[in-house]
């Protein structure tokens, strides 16, 4: 098999069973989580539940990469905060507005959007790329990131850094040419795709159910979430 | 001993809330930064989410295909009752539930009410310490926890007679407000139930007390005993439903509190027909409603003044700006702030019950040493509480370093400034 056959394996069939397995492999890890069941709350609330939750996220997503909740305890681990936040505005500026990725997501839900310039974005990617490996040396370090790290998580920074730095080094054609690091770039993101339901990665989805609790539990009681 | 009871638990209180919450974690290690336990020992198994694994393990194992696929692989054992010791020691000895981890984390999972599944099911294998049994079966048997039985109560509440010329108002239908106590008071604080009378006598609340709900303080909670728990809280709903009361006032019980304003409407599936409050919220809503006057910078009197929030009442109660608001009226500038304040406030080190835990005393007085660092820091001599088990710690802990800071509660602050 020649190297284009791969490539149009990887970037056609492979790709979109991978992408059919994520698709699938989320709903059935989200149906089963609430297929669980939710107890009513019962306890009259001090505060107002909704207001916590817009407060939730505001400081979850927006206002925290800046002004952390828990100052002190950022400070005494800043390489999970600043790398973590780091890592994540890479991600969302290479896969969302990187021009290469907007097509790929044009071709799949049928619109495209602005993207950034391609030296922006390719920074970024580097610096995604300096974050996660501060990242996972953090977690080898770290006396406790060491006592939570099992098999699992050394297996998802792998799957995740794989796309990473197989794009990077596609886009400036290092060490390999370039359709065998576009083949090597697929594959781990069929990877990744797969892996995704079977782990924590999957964390963006439960993101959004873990900071409305957390809102809602402290809305209730009238505290800043 | 099985594990089966453990297993039962943990399925039980696994819903789409706990579920989600186990799911949302990326296992970053963040929430170590903000546990006084983790900080005041270095040990790394003393990290919040480390103390939540059982229930994690439990709840991939049983469903999650991962789970699944780990056990089988060998990736993962399944749970064992030697696990189960293991981590009695960590979620009961080195862990006040005071949820300060939940505020860190950055998806916002609230670890310290998955700690307290974890130990429900270390209870429920029989594996909880035994200075907390011992506690639970005395408040099983007398009624409080620390051996404060019936007739205690009754010369103390006789005593309100003597010290103030007024009666104890017992079993009072129709009665505005039960009021309840905690065997500590009886033991430590006696004072409060006749500063306290001043006050609501004052204000001209209707109140009333009763033998039957005595004790606010609920070893079921504490422990993680759901039978337990709603025996003692029954008591208590049962008695201001008899008495037909429109509320409920907690004088200075932490866990007794949100164990009946937020626990309890759950665990009895209705909601309260009736309002449950803390002097913490009540005495300053009192002087702002002009129901009770007090002399303003009364306690402006040389000293420096701080607040302690305390994890139940403030960070999960919710109640931090109505104790400030009469700190501030009565002590005035000399009133300053610790670092840690409000929803990130530094525990003391000493809820959860770990005080009645002997083998925790070292991690209890460590986990001291970084309220006093910030109590130091600011300054101040006198510090304020509204919890009776914080200010027992604080007392405690002062006393173990030496430090010659006084302990205040509210009660007694706000009736000494009465006029």
Redesign the interface.
């Known amino acids: 098999m020649n190297t284009q056959t791969m490539l149009e394996l990887a970037r056609g069939p492979i790709f979109y069973g991978a992408l059919l397995f994520f698709i699938a492999g989320m709903l059935y ?1 989200l149906v ?8 009513k ?4 609330p ?2 107002d539940k909704a207001t916590g939750v817009v407060k ?1 996220f505001l400081r ?1 997503g927006i206002i ?1 990469p800046f002004f952390p ?2 100052k ?3 400070a ?2 800043p390489i ?2 600043i790398a ?1 936040g780091l890592f994540h505005l890479s991600l969302f500026i290479v896969v969302i507005l990187g021009a290469a990725h907007m097509l790929v997501w044009k071709s799949l839900i049928g619109f495209g959007w602005p993207t950034l310039p391609l030296p922006i974005v390719d920074w970024m990617a580097a610096v995604g790329i300096i974050a996660m490996v501060a990242l996972i040396v953090n977690r080898m370090v ?12 050394v297996l998802n920074w792998l799957f995740v850094f794989l796309p990473m730095i197989t794009g990077y080094m596609m886009t400036h054609h290092m060490f390999l040419p370039y359709e065998n690091l576009f083949v090597l770039h697929m594959m781990s993101i069929n990877v990744l795709l797969v892996w995704i339901p ?3 990665i ?2 963006f989805m ?2 959004f ?3 409305t ?3 809602v ?2 809305g209730k ?5 | 001993m099985s594990i089966e009871p453990t297993m039962n638990l943990f399925v039980k209180k ?8 186990l ?8 929430c ?3 546990c006084p336990y ?2 005041a020992t ?1 040990k ?2 003393y ?1 919040p ?2 103390k939540v694994e059982p229930l994690r393990r439990a709840y991939e194992q049983r ?4 789970g699944k696929l ?1 056990v089988a692989l060998g ?2 054992k399944a749970l064992t009752d030697a696990d189960l010791k293991a981590w009695s020691k960590v979620d009961f000895e080195a862990c006040s539930v005071c949820g ?1 981890c ?9 670890i310290s ?1 998955l700690i307290a599944t974890v130990r429900a099911g270390i209870t429920a294998a029989g594996l909880a310490p035994a200075g907390l049994v011992e506690k639970t079966e005395m408040q099983m048997k007398c009624g409080s926890p620390n051996g404060m039985c019936e007739d205690e109560y009754i010369k103390w509440f006789d005593s309100l007679e003597e010290k103030t010329g007024v009666k104890a108002p017992l079993d009072v239908k129709g009665a505005d407000m039960l009021v309840v106590y905690t065997s500590l008071e009886i033991k430590d604080k006696r004072h409060n139930l006749y500063d306290l009378a001043k006050i609501l006598n004052a204000a001209g609340i209707k109140w009333t007390i009763s033998m039957d709900a005595r004790d606010a303080f609920n070893m079921g909670s504490i422990i993680g005993n759901p039978k337990v728990q709603k025996e003692l809280a029954g008591k208590i709903l049962n008695t201001a439903k008899k008495l037909g009361v429109k509320q409920i006032l907690v004088t200075e019980c932490g866990h007794g509190f949100t164990t009946l ?6 665990v009895f ?4 027909p009736f ?1 449950v409050t803390h002097i913490a919220e009540l005495l300053p809503n009192l002087i702002k409603e002009g129901k009770i006057k007090v002399k303003e910078g009364y306690f402006k009197n040389g000293h420096t003044y701080t607040f302690h929030d305390s994890c139940k009442i403030q ?4 109640i ?1 700006d109505e104790p400030r608001y009469a700190l501030k009226l009565l002590a005035g500038d000399t009133f300053k702030e610790m ?2 304040i ?3 406030g530094l525990c003391c080190g000493g809820g959860g019950g770990i005080r009645s835990i002997p083998e925790a005393n070292e991690n209890r007085l460590a986990a001291f040493k970084l309220k006093l660092a910030e109590v130091e820091k600011v300054g101040a001599d006198v510090v304020v509480s509204t919890c009776d088990n914080c200010q027992l710690q604080l007392k405690d802990g002062f006393k173990h370093y030496n430090k010659a800071v006084e302990v205040k509660g509210l009660i007694e602050m706000v009736a000494e400034a009465m006029i």
């Not at chain 1, 089963?32 to 107890?39: A, D, E, H, R």
């Not at chain 1, 709350?41 to 009259?44: N, S, T």
């Not at chain 2, 696994?14 to 919450?21: D, E, H, N, P, R």
């Not at chain 2, 469903?63 to 991962?66: A, D, K």
């Open positions: 890890r089963t989580v609430i297929s669980l069941g939710w107890n709350d019962l306890a009259k001090r505060g939730s979850g925290f909740r828990e002190a305890a950022y005494r681990n999970v905060y973590g770290h006396p406790v990131m060491k006592l939570l790290t099992g098999v699992a998580e079977l782990s924590r999957s964390h439960f993101y159910f873990s900071r609790i957390h809102g539990e402290w009681r009238n505290a800043m979430p | 696994t819903g789409g809330w706990v579920a989600s919450q799911e949302a974690c990326t296992r970053c290690g963040m170590a930064e903000a983790y900080l270095g790394a198994e990290a989410i480390w469903f999650t295909l991962i780990k990736v993962e300060k939940s505020g860190a984390c950055p998806m916002g999972i609230e009410s304003r937020d626990a309890v409407p759950n599936g209705e909601e309260l309002f960070r999960q109660g919710g931090m670092d840690s409000r929803e990130n």
